[in-house]
C-alpha cells in the first residue's frame, strides 16, 4: 500500500523548484492558441470581430456581436515532434493527441422596444487554453554524473539518517525523512542506499559523502525521457450588451481547472572499471493540480461600416496549486539494486498569480467579402508570483522571476475572404520572447475554411506552430541544460448551430 504523508518543506520549492520555476512560470502563464476553427484558423486575431466563442478569450464584448443565440463544438488532432539537443547529440521524438478543445453556448436577446440597449447576451464557454501533451527523449554524454546531485543533497547529513534499521524499512525511513527533515535529505537517502555515494568514514555522526562513480574515456552516458500531460480548462461565464447599435462590452468571470503530470526517467552509464556501480536509473514523477480565478473586461467600437476598434484588460489568474511527487533509484553493481519506497509526496497548497494582459484591436471589414483583423498583447511576465509573503523560499523564487524573465508582445493577424457560402482563412502569432537570457519566442502560421449551411455551420482549421525552450536535468549538481525545439501541427474542426 502507499504511503501518505504531508510535510511542510521549504527546502522543497528551493530543490526542485530552482530547476523548474521558470519554466512552470511561464507554461502555467502562457497559453495555446485554441478554440473555434475559425478563431484558430485567424490566428486568435477576433479582438475588434467578436461573434465567436473563441473570440470571448481575447475580448468580452465579443458576445453582443452574435447575432443568434447559437451552439458550438470544438475537436481537434495534435501532432507534436519535438527535438532535443544535448550536448551535441539530438534526437527527435513524435507525440500524436486528440481532444475536445472548446464548447459553447450562447443565448442573445434583441430588444424589441426602444432602448439605446439594442441587445444583450449571456455565454457560457469551455475553452483548453493549454495543452501540455507531450514527449521527448535526449541522449548525450557528459564528463559530470549525477552523484553530484546526490552529493549536493546529502551533504551535511549524519549517516544515521539514510540507514535502515532493522525494525523499519525503506519506506517508513524515506516517509520520516520527509516528514521531518526534508526533501534535500530523502535524495541523500536515494543516493547511499543506492550505493551511487558514500559516506567518507562509516560511522552514524558521518556527514561527508564521496561518490562511488567515475565516467569512463568518453564521459558518462545520460539518457533523459519526459513524458507530460495535462492542460488548463477555462470556464467562462460572459455577459455582453451592445449599446446604440455601434459600442459592445462585456465582462468575463472565468474558472480555471489546471492539471499537469510530469515524468523524468534519467540512466547513467559508461562507468569507469574503478567504479562501485555498472549502471543507475533515477525516475520520478510530479503531479500538479490546482484552481485558479480571473475576470476581464472589454470593448468593442463600430466606427463605421468598415473599422472596428478593441480593447480588453485580462486580470491575473489566481491560482491554488497542490504538488504530489513519487520516486524511486535503481543501479547496477553485478546484481539489481532497486530502491522504490512507494511514497507519495503530498506538499502543502501554494499561491501563484499569472501576469495580466493589456489587448488592442483593429479590423477592417470589406462588406459581406471579407475582412482582416489585428491584434496586439502586452504580457509582463514580471509580475508572476508567488503569493506566500510567510514563505521565503517562495519569496526567493519571486527574486528569481525578476531577475530572469521581462514583458513580451504578442502580435495576431488574421484575414477571411467569402464567396457565396464558403470562406477561407489565414493567420499568423508572433509571440516574443519573455526570459532574458534565452530564445523562447514561438510563431504560428494557420489556414482554414468553412462552408455556412445557413442554419449551421462547419469550419476546419489547420495551424503550424514552432517553440524553442530548455530543460534542465536537476535543480543542483547535474545542471545542465537540454535544447528543445519542438513543432506542433493541429487540425481543427468545428459545428455550430444557429437556434
Given amino acids: 500500500m502507499k504511503h501518505y504523508f504531508k510535510a511542510i518543506l521549504l527546502l522543497f520549492f528551493v530543490t526542485s523548484m530552482n530547476g523548474q520555476s521558470l519554466q512552470d512560470i511561464l507554461r502555467y502563464s502562457t497559453s495555446d492558441l485554441n478554440g473555434t476553427a475559425r478563431y484558430t484558423a485567424m490566428g486568435g486575431a477576433f479582438g475588434a470581430l467578436g461573434g465567436d466563442f473563441g473570440a470571448l478569450d481575447n475580448n468580452p464584448a ?11 463544438i470544438t475537436t481537434s488532432s495534435i501532432r507534436n515532434q519535438t527535438n532535443a539537443t544535448y550536448f551535441g547529440s539530438s534526437y527527435e521524438t513524435k507525440y500524436s493527441d486528440s481532444e475536445f478543445d472548446q464548447v459553447g453556448f450562447a443565448l442573445v436577446l434583441k430588444n ?3 432602448s439605446p440597449w439594442s441587445k444583450i447576451s449571456f455565454a457560457f464557454n469551455y475553452q483548453k487554453t493549454a495543452n501540455f501533451n507531450d514527449a521527448f527523449e535526449a541522449d548525450g554524454y557528459n564528463s559530470t554524473g549525477v552523484d553530484q546531485y546526490f552529493l549536493n543533497n546529502a551533504q551535511g547529513y549524519e549517516l544515521s539518517n539514510f540507514q535502515i534499521r532493522s525494525d523499519e524499512n525503506e519506506s517508513a525511513l524515506y516517509s520520516y525523512l520527509g516528514e521531518n527533515v526534508g526533501f534535500d535529505a530523502q535524495q541523500g537517502f536515494l543516493g547511499y542506499q543506492s550505493f551511487i555515494i558514500d559516506a567518507v568514514v ?4 558521518n556527514r561527508a559523502y564521496i561518490s562511488n562513480v567515475s565516467p569512463g574515456t568518453e564521459g558518462y552516458i545520460h539518457e533523459y525521457v519526459t513524458q507530460r500531460s495535462g492542460g488548463i480548462k477555462k470556464y467562462t461565464l460572459n455577459f455582453s450588451g451592445e449599446y446604440l447599435n455601434k459600442y459592445n462590452v462585456g465582462i468575463n468571470i472565468n474558472s480555471h481547472k489546471l492539471e499537469y503530470r510530469q515524468v523524468n526517467d534519467f540512466y547513467e552509464g559508461n562507468y569507469a572499471d574503478s567504479s562501485t556501480l555498472n549502471a543507475f536509473r533515477f525516475k520520478n514523477e510530479l503531479l500538479s493540480f490546482g484552481e485558479g480565478v480571473s475576470f476581464q473586461v472589454g470593448a468593442i467600437a463600430k466606427l463605421n461600416k468598415q473599422i472596428r476598434f478593441g480593447l480588453s484588460y485580462e486580470s491575473p489568474t489566481w491560482f491554488s496549486i497542490t504538488e504530489e511527487t513519487i520516486e524511486f533509484a535503481a543501479s547496477n553493481d553485478g546484481s539489481n539494486i532497486t530502491i522504490e519506497p512507494d511514497v507519495i509526496n503530498t506538499y502543502p497548497e501554494y499561491r501563484f498569480k499569472t501576469p495580466s494582459k493589456y489587448s488592442g484591436s483593429f479590423a477592417y471589414i470589406f462588406g459581406q467579402k471579407g475582412l482582416i483583423s489585428v491584434d496586439y498583447t502586452q504580457v509582463n511576465y514580471v509580475k508572476a508570483q508567488f503569493n506566500e ?3 521565503d523560499s517562495l519569496n526567493e523564487q519571486n527574486d528569481v522571476i525578476i531577475q530572469n524573465v521581462n514583458a513580451a508582445g504578442i502580435l495576431r493577424v488574421g484575414g477571411e475572404y467569402r464567396f457565396g457560402n464558403y470562406s477561407i482563412r489565414a493567420g499568423y502569432i508572433n509571440q516574443g520572447a519573455s526570459l532574458k537570457n534565452f530564445d523562447n519566442s514561438s510563431s504560428s502560421k494557420s489556414i482554414g475554411g468553412g462552408i455556412n449551411f445557413g442554419g449551421s455551420s462547419l469550419d476546419l482549421s489547420i495551424v503550424s506552430s514552432e517553440f524553442n525552450g530548455q530543460q534542465q536535468l536537476f535543480s543542483t549538481g547535474l545542471t545542465d541544460n537540454i535544447d528543445l525545439k519542438k513543432e ?5 474542426l468545428t459545428y455550430t448551430l444557429k437556434l
Avoid at 506542433?488 to 481543427?492: A, I, L, S
Wanted: net charge negative; hydrophobic share 25%.
Fill in 62 to 72: 465579443a458576445g453582443s456581436v452574435f447575432e443568434h443565440t447559437q451552439f458550438s
Fill in 389 to 391: 509573503p510567510n514563505d
Fill in 488 to 492: 506542433r501541427f493541429t487540425v481543427g
Fill in 202 to 205: 562509516d560511522e552514524s555522526t
Fill in 112 to 114: 424589441t422596444v426602444e
